[in-house]
């Protein structure tokens, strides 16, 4: 049973960082694409940064400057930097994965997600 669990998140003033982790468990034999989106209360999930398994990292532009998306393969594990955090950043962020493993098709993975709240 593959899992992605967050771990990070709280409640910080404008201005500030957190940084986000998540870790990738079960029997995997291989990560591709890492991500994390986020959803903001009556809104929609956006996507906020992708980091592919090599190549370059893409970012919303409401974040780029800010927020920095990072990843050990090693340890299986995303990373998400969040710098001169806004208000509007206030959301539950979660993590995505594209994770293949054993005796199952490559597929997209969700964690539960972790709050982070921005007061101003």
């Known amino acids: 049973q593959v899992r992605l669990v967050e771990s990070g998140g709280g409640l910080v003033q404008a201005g500030g960082s957190l940084r986000l982790s998540c870790v990738a468990s079960?029997?995997?034999?291989?990560?591709?694409?890492m991500g994390w989106y986020r959803q903001a209360p009556g809104k929609q999930r956006e996507l906020v940064a992708t980091i592919p398994n090599s190549g370059t990292t893409n970012y919303a532009d409401s974040v780029k400057g800010r927020f920095t998306i990072s990843r050990d393969n090693a340890k299986n594990t995303v990373y998400l930097q969040m710098n001169s955090l806004k208000p509007e950043d206030t959301a539950v962020y979660y993590c995505?994965?594209?994770?293949?493993?054993?005796?199952?098709?490559?597929?997209?993975?969700w964690g539960q997600g972790t709050q982070v709240t921005v007061s101003s």
């Open positions: 079960g029997i995997i034999l291989r990560v591709n694409a």
């Open positions: 995505n994965a594209e994770i293949g493993s054993w005796g199952k098709p490559t597929m997209y993975y």
